[in-house]
């Protein structure tokens, strides 16, 4: 296990760079509409932080760095990393104003990450993990647009065009849809696994995925990006978390 570590974290690194040139692409691309965005428009794009040519120059040179250190991992996982990018690539241009395809393509980038681990250290992902990944990423991004279209109301089909396509009723039958087939495919995943202390994971996920509901539902939030890493009970539920996998792991 200690000599894949600086394997992991090659991988970590190469996903990390590629993720942050995706995310200087997309917002070089909306750049106009961010500008008029009440959150979007302090980032470093919009609020002239940073000019648009030397986003372009960083851009290309986190895209370098990530496929140099992604090449040191092998042919395979630059495939993966090419599907990750080819993912974002349409995704910026095409699919994130499309209903539907827009959280697929999401929920396909969290799912392209899991298979991306699994190739730098060459062992096999599980079924109902690779489906509990894309059934919560599906979640956590239903959460974000419901976020988005309270926070930007009617002005907010302005700001992104499948928004038009949303209602909050909707997204909230989709987050209980996809809520349910987490809880259900995890279980089945924790049943699975040679480790059987792995089902008392489960009330965890099960409290840290309740708790999303009520920040979506009952405060009006719901931008994963913020709270997964702000609330106390989403990170109270992570640790939980963590510390009981190490048990288990390590007994």
Same mark, same amino acid.
């Given at each position: 296990m200690v000599r894949n570590v600086p394997?992991?974290?090659?991988?970590?690194?190469?996903?990390?760079?590629?993720?942050?040139?995706? +995310?200087?692409?997309?917002d070089l691309k909306d750049l106009e509409r961010d500008r008029l965005h009440p959150v979007k428009?302090?980032? &470093?794009? &919009?609020?002239?932080?940073?000019?648009? &040519?030397?986003?372009?120059?960083i851009g290309a040179f986190l895209l370098i760095l990530s496929l140099t250190s992604g090449y040191f991992l092998g042919w395979t996982f630059l495939l993966v #990393?090419?599907?990750?990018?080819?993912?974002? #690539?349409?995704?910026? #241009?095409?699919?994130?104003? +499309?209903q539907l395809f827009d959280i697929f393509s999401i929920a396909l980038g969290f799912v392209l990450r899991v298979y991306a681990g699994a190739v730098a250290i060459d062992v096999p992902v599980s079924? +109902?993990?690779? #489906?509990?990944i894309f059934f919560?990423?599906?979640?956590?991004a239903i959460g974000k647009r419901r976020y988005e279209l309270l926070l930007l109301g009617e002005d907010g089909k302005?700001?992104?065009?499948?928004?038009?396509?949303?209602?909050?009723? +909707?997204l909230d039958q989709l987050m209980n849809i996809s809520a349910t087939l987490t809880l259900v495919v995890y279980t089945l995943y924790t049943l699975e696994v040679?480790?059987?202390?792995?089902?008392?994971?489960? &009330?965890?996920?099960?409290?840290?995925?309740f708790r999303y509901y009520h920040i979506t539902h009952n405060l009006n939030r719901g931008?994963?990006?913020?709270?997964?890493?702000?609330?106390?009970?989403?990170?109270l539920s992570a640790l939980s978390y963590a510390l009981v996998l190490a048990v288990v792991v390590l007994r």
């Amino acid at each position: 296990m200690v000599r894949n570590v600086p394997t992991v974290f090659m991988a970590f690194l190469s996903f990390s760079l590629l993720s942050s040139a995706v +995310y200087v692409f997309n917002d070089l691309k909306d750049l106009e509409r961010d500008r008029l965005h009440p959150v979007k428009r302090k980032r &470093p794009l &919009p609020s002239g932080e940073v000019s648009v &040519p030397s986003a372009i120059l960083i851009g290309a040179f986190l895209l370098i760095l990530s496929l140099t250190s992604g090449y040191f991992l092998g042919w395979t996982f630059l495939l993966v #990393l090419g599907a990750y990018a080819l993912n974002n #690539l349409l995704y910026t #241009l095409y699919l994130k104003n +499309y209903q539907l395809f827009d959280i697929f393509s999401i929920a396909l980038g969290f799912v392209l990450r899991v298979y991306a681990g699994a190739v730098a250290i060459d062992v096999p992902v599980s079924t +109902y993990l690779f #489906l509990t990944i894309f059934f919560l990423a599906l979640f956590l991004a239903i959460g974000k647009r419901r976020y988005e279209l309270l926070l930007l109301g009617e002005d907010g089909k302005n700001h992104r065009r499948v928004l038009r396509h949303y209602s909050v009723y +909707y997204l909230d039958q989709l987050m209980n849809i996809s809520a349910t087939l987490t809880l259900v495919v995890y279980t089945l995943y924790t049943l699975e696994v040679s480790r059987r202390g792995m089902v008392f994971t489960v &009330p965890i996920v099960v409290f840290g995925l309740f708790r999303y509901y009520h920040i979506t539902h009952n405060l009006n939030r719901g931008e994963p990006s913020d709270d997964l890493l702000s609330d106390p009970l989403i990170l109270l539920s992570a640790l939980s978390y963590a510390l009981v996998l190490a048990v288990v792991v390590l007994r």
